[in-house]
């Protein structure tokens, strides 16, 4: 009886050695051949691109700049815009295939704007923050955003979007009534947001959208395309039409200091690029202008998938 029990046991044994070998074994099932090419670039994810090696000095520093730049520039584009999430690939292409051709000029005004702006620009946003109490800031940036509805309307309207231009009007009637000549921003509150355009985002929706980087004197980056529309976009504001010269040029140049006030804010991210302030002013202007065009495509559309959250959700002003 002793001896069956051991034999059963023993067989258990042997079986289950047999068994762990049969699925220890390799697979027999043919596999298809793999074969390895050696590149000179380091093999990264396919939903990365390859990134290349280089041992020269200056071309290090240089893709650092260029790296460096790229990571503040979308801060910056997140921080101007609004967005907590990075801009569409389709941005991004638009950004690369601008030229910058005149990139010798550009650097040498790029070097006198940013001495105009550290001496005078600069130290005056600073006074005036310091010596205009805060509500009375807002509500002359405030009143400058209700007379930039007026080109933006017109370009709406140039551009065929019509929803838009409907939208900016109704915007520019009820802050220049109910929010006193546009110093409160009533209409924010009632869902209407601020929209911006200009002739060169309306010569951009006529096809020109590939323009070469171009910085202006004193007036900083811009594009070809963005400078013949600044020129335009002039004509369609209020300030040619202002009586006497000197009280138009008082006012414009007020427009441009709190211009200059609101950039304040981006202050630390543009001393965190110090190592690559020209690319990082280029970056971040071209993608924000990219952003823009880009945007433009669905204004005129109504029912985009953002917009359908004012019609399917009832508390989408709250959030």
Known sequence: ????????????????????VINAAPSTSPTAPTTTTSVSATTTPTDNPPTFQTTNPEEQK??????????????????????????????????????????????????????????????????????????LTNMINNAFDNVDNIPTIAN???????????????????????????????????????????????????????????????LGPSTVRDGLGRIVNYQLSIFPYIE????????YILFLLNQRVQFLKAEDLYNSAAIAPYAFMRNAYLQRRAYLINRNKELNNPYTKKDMQKYYNPYYLYQ
């Not at 006497?244 to 006012?251: E, V």
């Open 1 to 20: 009886m002793k001896v069956a029990y051991l034999n059963k046991i023993m067989i258990s044994i042997i079986m289950a050695g047999i068994i762990s």
């Open 62 to 135: 240089a893709i650092g700049e260029e790296a460096t730049s790229q990571a503040s520039t979308q801060e910056l584009f997140n921080l101007i815009s609004g967005n907590t999430a990075a801009s569409p690939d389709t941005e991004t292409e638009m950004m690369t295939e601008t030229p910058d051709s005149f990139s010798g000029y550009n650097h040498v005004v790029f070097k006198i704007n940013d001495k105009l702006d550290k001496v005078i620009a600069k130290p005056a946003a600073h006074l005036y923050i310091k010596i205009v109490p805060r509500p």
């Open 156 to 218: 709406d309207l140039m551009q065929a979007n019509f929803y838009q231009a409907t939208s900016d009007s109704w915007r520019l009637i009820i802050n220049s009534t109910l929010g006193v000549g546009g110093a409160f921003d009533v209409a924010a509150q009632m869902g209407l947001a601020y929209n911006y355009e200009d002739f060169g985002l309306t010569l951009a929706q006529w096809g020109w959208t590939s323009s070469s980087y171009f910085i202006i004197p004193i």
């Open 244 to 251: 006497p010269a000197s009280t138009r040029w008082g006012i």
